[in-house]
């Protein structure tokens, strides 16, 4: 069964410092997502990226977020300086445009910032 | 996207149906219920979705009530595996696609 893969599992980070959060969506979609969730929280959307640009992001996703499909395969979420605050579950997830019915996400990675 | 209203934690126990209900009196007619779950801090998974027919597939079942203000995902013969957060989210399907809007779901617990 086709996946979303998301590496890596976890990622330690000093306060400060730049991240990447790598995802491969499934092969034949074309709509891409990130989801956070702090942990106890629940899941919080961040952003929608279809046709190379960025359909729609929430109020979460400042100018310290950024995301790319810097080829056919891979969807990436950076953040530019991270925070404490940013310590999360990060979810990667896709789904087919036309029927957009079911999301499949990935297993997550979990960003500590110390 | 239409509010919902889930009861934030149920027991059931191991082998009899889970019945999870979900209040969504400000839904539009042209608002899906749809149903996913997350087992311990995994990525969410979609269970089913439906308009205003119930619907059955191999995980669950989904009864819709005429008036579509509230629904009911059953686990027909629940397991320990299905212990999870069980998230009701109401949304329009675009042909684009959509985000979802999770709300604090039930946290199931299936007792043996």
């Known amino acids: 069964e086709p996946e979303v893969t998301q590496t890596p599992s976890h990622q330690v980070t000093q306060m400060g410092q730049e991240v990447i959060l790598r995802c491969v969506p499934i092969?034949?979609?074309?709509?891409f997502y990130w989801y956070r969730q702090i942990l106890g929280q629940k899941v919080e959307f961040l952003v929608s990226f279809y046709n190379n640009e960025i359909s729609e992001k929430s109020e979460i996703f400042d100018d310290q977020f950024s995301v790319e499909r810097p080829d056919g395969s891979n969807f990436t979420l950076k953040i530019r300086s991270t925070k404490l605050e940013d310590s999360a579950m990060y979810f990667c997830?896709?789904?087919?445009?036309?029927?957009?019915?079911?999301?499949?996400f990935g297993q997550g990675t979990r960003l500590t910032v110390v | 996207d239409a509010k919902t209203t889930q009861p934030p934690s149920m027991d059931c126990a191991e082998g009899r149906a889970a019945n999870l209900p979900c209040n969504h009196s400000t839904i539009s007619g042209n608002e899906y219920v749809y149903w996913y779950r997350q087992i311990h801090s995994q990525g969410p998974q979609y269970i089913i979705h439906g308009l205003k027919n119930n619907e059955t597939n191999e995980m669950a079942s989904l009864i819709i009530t005429e008036d579509r203000k509230s629904s009911t995902l059953i686990l027909p013969h629940a397991t320990l595996r299905d212990t999870a957060v069980y998230y009701c989210?109401?949304?329009?399907?675009?042909?684009?696609?959509?985000?979802?809007?999770f709300g604090q779901g039930t946290e199931l617990s299936v007792k043996p």
């Open positions: 092969s034949n979609h074309l709509y």
């Open positions: 997830a896709s789904s087919e445009a036309r029927l957009s019915i079911e999301a499949f």
């Open positions: 989210i109401v949304r329009v399907t675009y042909n684009q696609g959509g985000k979802l809007i």
